[in-house]
């Protein structure tokens, strides 16, 4: 069955410190990929997105992400964390089958230590 | 540009009442997704209904209904709640496959 697995449920960093999460997903093709933020008791924020072409995505407030085809994976950077970016992010894919169904991980809270 | 509109924004029933979420997309948005999100766990998707009909279905129960209108925005009814249907509902558009979807700011249903 299709999955996304984000290893790291809770996280916690400095502020001003690097950030990577860790995103793996289980389908036999290369599916859209994509990440969210959310804040407390709100919808979710698209991050950035990775269809085709470049490897490397950049998205919104200095985030990037890395597609790697041979590793499943699509890992989310930031090289300078900010307070406000403390939230819930998740790694979400859509297999392209036309039906609108993101596959998303559980999530990893990131904390932002002052 | 107005973004993905879910009202209400809370909701409080009681077990076996009937509940109705309302969804209106972003402007050429002819696709819209529901999914349900429980404390603590990533969105769990429900129904995609693009252009009026039903594109796809996750794994939820039966009391679980949706239906698209003709000016795309959509409704999601859940009958007979249960404890276990409180969460956070969210509705997110689409102008279909490979576009990406933005989504609203859901609705907490909260069953007692």
């Known amino acids: 069955a299709q999955s996304v697995t984000q290893p790291d449920i809770h996280i916690t960093v400095s502020e001003g410190a690097s950030l990577e999460l860790r995103c793996n997903y289980s389908?036999?093709?290369?599916?859209?990929l994509f990440w969210y933020v959310q804040s407390p008791g709100q919808g979710l924020q698209l991050l950035l997105k990775y269809f085709s072409g470049d490897t490397l995505v950049q998205g919104i407030k200095g985030f990037e992400a890395e597609f790697k085809r041979s590793q499943s994976s699509f890992n989310l950077r930031k090289p300078s964390v900010h307070w406000s970016d403390a939230a819930e992010y998740f790694c979400?894919?859509?297999?392209?089958?036309?039906?609108?169904?993101?596959?998303f991980g559980q999530g990893t809270t990131l904390q932002v230590k002052p | 540009d107005a973004g993905v509109t879910q009202s209400p924004t809370h909701l409080i029933k009681t077990r076996g009442q009937q509940v109705t979420l309302r969804c209106s997309p972003i402007s050429g948005h002819k696709s819209v997704s529901w999914y349900q999100q429980v404390l603590g766990q990533g969105p769990q998707f429900i129904f995609q209904?693009?252009?009026?009909?039903?594109?796809g279905r996750g794994n939820f129960p039966d009391r679980f209904s949706a239906r698209q209108f003709p000016n795309y925005s959509s409704e999601l009814n859940v009958n007979a709640l249960l404890l276990g249907d409180s969460a956070l509902y969210l509705c997110?558009?689409?102008?279909?496959?490979?576009?990406?979807?933005?989504f609203g700011s859901g609705t907490r249903l909260t069953v007692v």
């Open positions: 389908y036999g093709a290369t599916p859209y």
């Open positions: 979400a894919v859509d297999l392209s089958s036309n039906t609108g169904k993101l596959i």
């Open positions: 209904y693009y252009e009026k009909e039903e594109r």
């Open positions: 997110a558009t689409s102008q279909g496959s490979g576009y990406g979807y933005t």
